[in-house]
């Protein structure tokens, strides 16, 4: 496929907010259902619905009061699990369990606040792997938006205990008068009990409702799910959401994106803009062969018009030296391949295919341990990824 020009997709009103937030049709949250856009942020940007717990000089800020993006189903758990509470003994206990972690997950607001903290509680103790730092395991990742439109890191927290309470930034410009925008990703290997933003006492804070756009959906594995990335905002989902300005569900499961039937169907339910399946890297030849085509055929059932993406397996960056691993990708690409042909001469339409030897580059340093990437390897399946997306949302 050949490279085409980057799309941008943000209009005019996405990167004017302060001036086109009572024009949008919103999300809305179980607080804030039935109010118009108009009444939840008043007059002058403040919220008469959002009351802060003042503390020390800083406004506390319950994020569940307006929302998070990122969560493909309302009817949830625990407010910031990834699957619905039926899906609990509907999928196999593995992929129940990492569906616990907030990966893909972001909440977003405006503030003129020359410092921004956070209070947070984390499900597990476990912060960091050895392979992965606390910063992408547990932390949260803070982007602001530029004058120019552009949404730029800002700074990440680097959290020591379950328990976190601190200061992300202080001396921030403030930018705007209306505040800069800000979007916060959540921790990609854990969980999240609480979360609460803190400001400047007195600072402009004006929250930012999910957007009612149809979500970009990823389905995959530990490198769909964040593994091995430096912080939250380095995730495939992030990096494309970001690129075109758009809500994301990243619904990545660890050692468990196995193209399984249950998934199909939870996934059909989401009015997704576009699917990407990325599932092969925990899969074998056999496993390809056999799932396939009954896993594509019971998501297109559900969804007969949406777009979807098959993506390849990477291959691992030391290859080269291992006859086994080089077949096994071999293999799965075959058989990934087949059932792709065989899906469209079977008349479905809308399918799009992505190569995978590729998507972590061709000079082995992409990746943390072979197999997952570091942050270069993020951008560079970001960049594959968007060879077909730019033609799709274009």
Known sequence: MTEVRKVRMRSKCQKEESTCIPRRTFVKTSLLAGMSASTVWGR????????????NGVDWYNVQMW?????????????????????????????????LHSAGMATRFKTNSSEIHVDYRLRSPSLSMVH??????SGIDFYGRTETGDDRWVQVV????????????????????????????????????????????????????PRAEKPL????????????????GMSISALLGRRYDIPTVNLGFSGNGRLELELADLIGEVDAAIYCVDCLPNLNPPQ???????????????????????????????????????????????????G??????????????????????????????????NDLGFMRYAEAYAKVLDLLLK
């Open 132 to 137: 992965m730092p606390a910063t992408g395991v």
């Open 44 to 55: 002058g940007g403040r919220s008469p619905l959002l009351t802060p717990r003042t503390e």
């Open 217 to 232: 959906l990823f389905y995959g594995t530990s490198i769909m799910h964040g593994a091995c990335a430096s912080r939250p």
């Open 340 to 373: 792709f042909e065989q899906l469209v001469q079977g008349g479905m339409t809308g399918l799009h295919y992505l190569r995978g030897h590729e998507l972590l580059g061709s000079d082995g340093e992409a990746a943390t341990d072979g197999s997952h990437p």
């Open 288 to 338: 390809v062969a056999e799932r396939t085509v009954p896993f594509f055929k019971r998501l297109r059932k559900h969804r007969p018009d949406t777009p979807i993406v098959m993506v390849e397996d990477r291959w691992f960056t030391n290859s080269s030296f291992f006859g086994a691993t080089r077949a096994r990708h071999e293999g799965n690409q075959k058989a990934f391949r087949a």
């Open 158 to 209: 680097r959290p020591t205990a379950q328990d976190v309470k601190a200061r992300v930034v202080s001396g921030i410009d403030p930018g705007p008068e209306s505040g800069r925008l800000y979007t916060a990703y959540l921790p990609l290997y854990n969980g999240v009990e609480k979360l609460e933003i803190g400001v400047k006492t007195g600072s402009l804070f004006t929250p930012v409702l």
């Open 67 to 99: 929302g998070i993006e990122g969560r493909g189903f309302s009817d949830t758990q625990s407010y910031f699990d990834r699957l619905p509470a039926k899906a609990k003994g509907l999928v196999r206990d593995a992929v129940w369990n990492l569906s």
